[in-house]
C-alpha cells in the first residue's frame, strides 16, 4: 500500500519543484499549501521526485524477487530513528522496523549520512569547566603583564611505551590494485612483552629530556624523580 495518493504525490513533486529542491523549504511551502493533510518528512520530497525521474512512476514497485515493496514510509522511520538517535546503529534500527540491515543502511546513505567516528577526550567533572576559564583567564592576564610568562613555564607530559607499540586497525591501510591481494600481516600480540615509561619537558624552546621512569610508577618514585 502507497504511503500517499497519487493526488498528494503529485503535489509533493510541486512543492519540491517550487522549493527548487530545497527539501526543507518544499516541506513548508506543502505544510502552509495543504494544512489538513499529513505534512511529509523532508526527505519525502526528494526521494518522490527522483523515484518519478528514474522510474516514470510516483507509485513504484521494486522487482518482486525477494525484495521488499518500495515504501516512503519506510523511508522516513529510518531517518527518523537516526535524528531521534544520531548515535543508534543500522542494526538496531532494522531490527526496530523489521526491515533488513541491508535496506536501514542503503536509506540512510542515500540521505547523505556517515558514520563518523568518536574523538576520545579527557572526561572532565562538572566542576573542572569553570576552573579551565579561569585558569585561562590568568594566563591571558599573566601573559600580558609579562611576555615572558608562557615561556618561562615547564610543560610535561610522560607516556608508557610497549613491544606492540600504537596499533588502531581502522587505520590500517595498504593501497594495491584491486586485482592484487598481499594478504599482509601486522603482529599486535606477544608472548614476552616489555613497556618502559619516559618522561619529557619542554621550556621555552629547550626540550628537557626525555628521562627513564620506573616501570612501576607510583607517587614517591615519580616525587623522587622530580626532586632527585
Known amino acids: 500500500m502507497a504511503a500517499y495518493t497519487t493526488e498528494e504525490y503529485a503535489d509533493i513533486v510541486f512543492a519540491y519543484?517550487?522549493?527548487?529542491?530545497?527539501?526543507?523549504?518544499?516541506?513548508?511551502?506543502?505544510?502552509e499549501q495543504y494544512p489538513n493533510r499529513r505534512v511529509p518528512y523532508h526527505n519525502t520530497f526528494a526521494n518522490?521526485?527522483?523515484?518519478?525521474?528514474?522510474?516514470?512512476?510516483?507509485n513504484?514497485?521494486?522487482?518482486?524477487?525477494?525484495?521488499r515493496q518500495?515504501?516512503?514510509?519506510?523511508?522516513?522511520?529510518v531517518i527518523r530513528a537516526?535524528?531521534?538517535?544520531?548515535?543508534?546503529?543500522?542494526?538496531?534500527?532494522?531490527?526496530?522496523?523489521?526491515?533488513?540491515?541491508?535496506?536501514?543502511?542503503?536509506?540512510?546513505?542515500?540521505?547523505?549520512?556517515?558514520?563518523?567516528?568518536?574523538?576520545?577526550?579527557?572526561g572532565l567533572l562538572q566542576a573542572d569547566y569553570e576552573r579551565r576559564v579561569q585558569f585561562c583567564r590568568f594566563l591571558l592576564h599573566a601573559d600580558v603583564e609579562n611576555g615572558h610568562f608562557l615561556k618561562s613555564g615547564l610543560w610535561t607530559d610522560e607516556s608508557t611505551f610497549t613491544r606492540a607499540g600504537i596499533f588502531n586497525q581502522h587505520y590500517l591501510r595498504y593501497w594495491e590494485n584491486k586485482n592484487v591481494n598481499p594478504h599482509l600481516t601486522r603482529a599486535k600480540s606477544f608472548q614476552t612483552r616489555f613497556s618502559v615509561n619516559v618522561w619529557a619537558g619542554v621550556i621555552g624552546r629547550h626540550l628537557i629530556g626525555p628521562h627513564y621512569l620506573p616501570r612501576n610508577l607510583?607517587?614517591?618514585d615519580y616525587l623522587h624523580f622530580f626532586t632527585k
Do not use: C, M
Open 218 to 220: 607510583n607517587r614517591d
Open 60 to 67: 513504484f514497485q521494486e522487482p518482486r524477487i525477494n525484495r
Open 17 to 31: 519543484g517550487r522549493a527548487n529542491g530545497n527539501t526543507r523549504e518544499a516541506q513548508i511551502i506543502y505544510e
Open 48 to 58: 518522490t521526485f527522483r523515484r518519478l525521474r528514474e522510474t516514470g512512476n510516483l
Open 82 to 122: 537516526f535524528d531521534e538517535d544520531p548515535t543508534t546503529s543500522t542494526r538496531k534500527v532494522a531490527t526496530d522496523l523489521n526491515i533488513s540491515t541491508w535496506k536501514a543502511w542503503s536509506i540512510v546513505k542515500a540521505e547523505g549520512r556517515h558514520p563518523f567516528h568518536y574523538t576520545p577526550v579527557q
Open 70 to 77: 518500495y515504501d516512503v514510509a519506510v523511508d522516513e522511520n
